[in-house]
């Protein structure tokens, strides 16, 4: 249901003109729905949001949530520039709320793995010197 | 230009400036993009470990450029220079996430290559205990053939010393020897001698022979030979017989090898009479010469 609202507001022919220019400056005058757009930005934050990824990078997640809320909201009110950049941005933000879980599990797993190598190494020590 | 009119044309300049954006300029964005995306390329872990993340990366920065270059709008480029950045940032923690995972899994093989090494260690102690209870058992394998030996040789030691007894013995019975409480005694009768004299006769001598053998045999036998008479004659005539008595055995032995050391000699006269002066056999009885195998050898019984 999309009805550019910008249409619908009381205004001023001038300010109304720079809003079509700037729309068409933008490069998408009557752009369709980025439908495959919002498709790759929801699988990507729905994946993001393990509860791995909540646990270790809540608040990125939070950032790619809200941008692909944003990005319906935009399609909603019929601003596709906008409602294909936000996501575009849920996207790469999906990514990034893994990662930086991952790399958060990772580290700790290496540091936990390098603290067994050495216990059992003073082991072997202890056990040579008797 | 008259100042009334500057207010709005400038607005009205900045707003077209804004509006057409035909000549490119500074964005903050972009600008951060840009040097997070050279910090980031200068880490060699990053460029090593997420090579096409970060060409990726390099690659939207580009696509922010061009839109900046082009006098895209300012929502445009700054949306194009937030993808960059977030490539950017995807690079980076590809490759922490990797190095991490690469120290966990070189922990990994250090920890099988410790358990490795105890485990090694662990059997060659094994080992070197298995060896040591081997050599242990040879070892008390070698004592017990030892002390089997040993036994065995004591057994022919004391075989050896009982066959040597048991011909001791014979030797003893030969010589007529007497176990009394001061030893073995040999008694060398009177008609050994002739009548008053200290010449031995030759039963004497044969006597005399089996006596030397038996000691120059048993080295280790030591003699008193001790002289006696009957009480008829002085006193002082009966130490001086026994005396001779006495000494004549003793040369005699001598004579035949023994060494002197073997031998000692005592006269005792009529003293320590073995029979009754009074009868006749009595006193050929006290007529006599005694040789005394002191009871100190291990086994010098007589049978």
Redesign the interface.
Known sequence: MAQPSSLRRPAATLSCA?GV??ML???CASAPVPKEQLAVAEAAVKQASSTATGEGAPLELRVATDKLAGARAAVASGDMV?AR?LA??AE??A??AE??A??TR??K??EE??N??RA??E??DR??VR | MNARLLPPLSLLTLLVLGACASVPERNVALDQARSRLAAVKAQPQTAALAADELTQATEALRVAEAARAAGDSLSRVDHLAYLAKQRTVIAEETANSRAAQAVTASAATERDRLRLAMRTREADAAQGKLAASEQANIDKTAALAQADATAMADRDRLARREAQVDDLQGQLRELNARQTDRGLVVTLGDLLFSSGQANLQPEGQRSMVKLADFMKRNPQQRAAVEGYTDSVGSTAFNQELSDRRAHAVLDSLVQSGVPAAQLSMQAFGESRPVASNTTASGRQMNRRVEVVFASQAAGLTAK
Do not use: N, Y
């Open positions: 720079f220019g700037l400056l933008g490069g906008r950049q575009e941005q790469l933000d990514r990034v990662l930086h991952q790399t990772s580290r797993a290496a793995s390098q067994a190598a059992l190494s082991e072997l056990k040579a």
